[in-house]
């Protein structure tokens, strides 16, 4: 049992010792995509289920790698929040989205909104509120077009300075999504106590729904609570018409998923824009 305890361990800092050399590897060649403009922008349409018509577009961002890789956000924004370049990588997206709308809306898309995901390594920085109003004045476009999604677990972890930091959006005409709504482990008492606009119901409960009815029973029950506390309700990754059903027949009519569209970069959106929105 000694020398298989040995043996793991040396396996176990090996690994180590390769996944610290891999995120450092990254964490460079993210720096160096930061500065050389490789990141860009996707937007991915939220849709009203029963008009098909598109309401809003969450911003989720890509790398490019110079032979033309997508690398997508899952493997490189954990890294970017440990090395602390999620900040830059933050106000690239920020300011390019604001700007993006600004176009869009020149080209008559006027009751689009954006949806702009906030990283909690941003409320470390002080400036965070005078950020965002810059980037929504600085491209020109109304403040309630510009919705911004945290986590549950970005709310916990600094529930006082969050509580400012919402007042101070909200005042200034700013809309709160929680995204991910239901994974976090959190009380539901902040849904009282923040200033909310609309749940985003999580994909791990949407995925198996109407079949898994431990699913079925949540997802109800997250329609439920949003419509009680007169609060939105957006069901993330619808990939089915059944799932697009099952939502519409209790009442959560927004959905962002695979079934009306992938994220798509910023041409493609226009054209879906002028066949669904035009
Ligand atoms: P998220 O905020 O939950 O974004 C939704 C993710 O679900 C996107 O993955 C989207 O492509 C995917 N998705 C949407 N519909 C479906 C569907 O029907 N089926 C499946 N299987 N997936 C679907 P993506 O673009 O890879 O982003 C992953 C995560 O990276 C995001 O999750 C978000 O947490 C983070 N992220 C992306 N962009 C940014 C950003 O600009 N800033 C920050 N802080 N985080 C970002
Ligand atoms: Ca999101
Ligand atoms: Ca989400
Ligand atoms: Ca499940």
């Known amino acids: 049992a000694k020398q298989k305890g040995r043996n793991t361990w040396h396996v176990y800092s090996q690994e180590l010792h390769d996944e610290l050399a891999s995120r450092l590897e990254i964490s460079k060649r993210l720096r160096h995509a930061i500065e050389h403009e490789k990141l860009t922008l996707y ?6 289920m029963t008009t098909r ?3 809003g577009l969450e911003v989720l961002v890509r790398w490019i ?7 997508g956000p899952d493997q490189f924004i954990p890294i970017a929040e440990d090395s602390g370049l999620i900040l830059p990588i933050s106000d690239f997206v920020l300011q390019n989205a604001c700007k993006q709308l600004g176009r869009w809306r020149q080209q008559g898309f006027t009751d689009l909104r954006i949806s702009v995901n906030l990283s909690g390594r941003q409320f470390q920085t002080p400036d965070l509120t005078k950020q965002i109003l810059f980037a929504i ?3 020109g476009i109304p403040a309630a077009y510009v919705e911004l999604e945290l986590t549950e677990q970005v709310l916990i972890e600094n529930q006082e300075s969050h509580t400012q930091f919402m007042h101070d ?32 119901i999580d994909r791990s409960f949407v995925k198996d729904i109407p079949e898994d009815k431990d699913d079925a029973t949540i997802t109800q029950t997250i329609i439920s609570l949003a419509h009680n506390l007169d609060i939105g309700i957006v069901a993330e990754g619808v990939e089915t018409e059944e799932q697009a059903q099952f ?19 910023v041409d493609e959106i226009t054209q879906l824009l002028s066949q669904s929105n035009g």
């Open 43 to 48: 937007y991915q349409p939220q849709v009203d």
């Open 53 to 55: 018509k598109i309401i």
């Open 65 to 71: 790698e110079d032979d033309g890789t997508i690398i």
């Open 137 to 139: 004045r600085n491209a």
């Open 169 to 200: 959006m909200r005042e200034n005409g700013i809309t709160l999504a929680i995204d991910d709504f239901g994974v976090g482990y959190s009380s539901l008492s902040y849904l009282k106590h923040f200033p909310i606009n609309a749940l985003k």
């Open 247 to 265: 939502l519409i027949e209790r009442g959560c009519t927004i959905a962002q998923g695979f079934y009306y569209s992938k994220p798509l970069p």
